[in-house]
């Protein structure tokens, strides 16, 4: 199975900036990642989409996508020797406020076929 474990929420002040990790691991099979992207919800919401980005190919290949919301903001990368996937939010406002979700599409290599995986979420908490 793949475990993803998102990390590096906390309390900042507006005007502020955090970075949030995900990590994905495997076990018992070998997956290759394919898409890795960060989801948030806050109260009252639906989960909506923050920042994609395409993984197991080069640099040149990635595309990242990025709600309105956060253009400009917010950075996606990734660090494809660790499987991880980094998200740096800066000039961070009251409206950032959510847990935040990291999703992960994995290819099974055995079988070819493609899986998404969920992790627990991290709060994001922007507060004076």
């Known amino acids: 199975q793949v475990q993803v474990v998102e990390s590096g929420g906390g309390l900042v002040q507006p005007g502020g900036s955090l970075r949030v990790s995900c990590a994905a691991s495997a076990s018992g099979e070998i997956f290759s990642i394919n898409v890795m992207g960060w989801y948030r919800q806050a109260p009252g919401l639906q989960r909506e989409m923050v920042a994609t980005?395409?993984?197991?190919?080069?640099?040149?290949?990635?595309?990242?996508s990025y709600a309105d919301s956060v253009k400009g903001r917010f950075t996606i990368s990734r660090d494809s020797a660790k499987n991880t996937v980094y998200l740096q939010m800066n000039s961070l406002n009251a409206e950032d406020t959510a847990v935040y979700y990291c999703?992960?599409?994995?290819?099974?290599?055995?079988?070819?076929?493609?899986?998404?995986?969920w992790g627990q979420g991290t709060q994001v908490t922007v507060s004076s």
């Open positions: 980005i395409t993984s197991g190919g080069t640099s040149s290949d990635e595309t990242t």
């Open positions: 999703k992960v599409i994995v290819r099974r290599i055995s079988s070819g076929a493609l899986f998404q995986y």
